[in-house]
């Protein structure tokens, strides 16, 4: 048999169908929803990066954790984990820019174990464009006292490498 007539392996999938087979797998929020979640108690994890946010704003009340940084944020188990990460249970819905990054980064939350998690069908944008809440300025930096390398939240160490990324504003 000559190496033309070998089999080859199948061709892997372009991005499209790669998020198209993820999604398939979950069902996504729509901005009202994903408001009402949170009013429920599910966690709302904005992964865009700081340039976006400072352009466009926050989502009261979710938890900013840039994308680098997810899977050791929000592992139950994890050594570096957010305190809001109490479980495999907990309901998450990711946030991006659009609602496409965070399809991938759910289905490596499923990888983790954290079955719950979904994401915000149109990202941020989407969000703003329902006319829900959205706060501007800079977020609120860490703790001052504690050296930004060591935490980015009171009693929460850092990922050694990796930028520290400051908590969004406290909203009342």
């Not at 089999?7 to 979950?26: C, Q, S, W």
């Not at 704003?57 to 680098?68: K, T």
């Amino acid at each position: 048999m000559s190496a033309d007539e070998q089999e080859r392996p199948p061709e892997p999938p372009g991005i499209d169908e790669l998020v198209d087979r993820i999604r398939a797998g979950y069902t996504r929020t729509s901005p009202e929803e994903a408001s009402a979640a949170a009013a429920e108690g599910a966690l709302l994890v904005d992964i865009r990066y700081a340039a976006l946010r400072e352009r466009d704003g926050l989502i009261p009340g979710a938890l900013v954790i840039e994308r680098n940084e997810l899977e050791w944020r929000l592992d139950p188990r994890g050594s570096h984990r957010t305190p809001e990460a109490v479980g495999h249970d907990l309901r998450i819905v990711i946030i991006c820019n659009e609602g496409y990054a965070s399809s991938l980064a759910v289905a490596s939350l499923h990888q983790l174990g954290l079955h719950r998690a979904t994401d915000l069908t149109g990202g941020f944008q989407a969000w703003r464009a329902a006319g829900l809440p959205v706060t501007t300025g800079a977020p609120v930096a860490a703790d001052a006292s504690v050296p930004p390398e060591q935490s980015v939240a009171p009693g929460h160490p850092a990922i050694p490498g990796h930028p520290v990324t400051p908590a969004p504003p406290t909203i009342p």
